[in-house]
């Protein structure tokens, strides 16, 4: 039985507000982006190793000069942070700028 470890990027159906994500040309995609919300799947971003598979919801959203803009998700099971690159700019389905700043009202984040 070997693990894969490659098929990261594949689509799927957000258990929260049921859209149907297309992988992400850029970048492992992990979060919905209509409501951002997660699954905890990862121990670090594109492993798969968590066993966990609670709710991520979004707390807040930070602002890293490299990066951009990082939306951090706690999971809702075990209380796991973890910060994931908000896809603003993604061509095929990008995330939600509005939810990114209603989450921005929320959280208090970075100006
Ligand atoms: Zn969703
Ligand atoms: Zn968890």
Known sequence: MARKFTDVNEPFTCVHCGTHVMPSKRSCRNHCP???????????????????????????????????????????????EQRNIAALDDPVQPDSMEAVLELMRQGGGTP
Not at 43 to 72: F, H, S, T
């Open 34 to 80: 209509t409501c951002l919300y997660s699954v905890h799947l990862d121990v670090n971003p594109g492993d798969r190793l968590a066993d966990c598979g609670g709710l991520m919801a979004p707390v807040r959203v930070e602002y890293n000069p490299r990066k951009g803009y990082q939306i951090v998700h706690r999971c809702q099971v075990c209380g796991h």
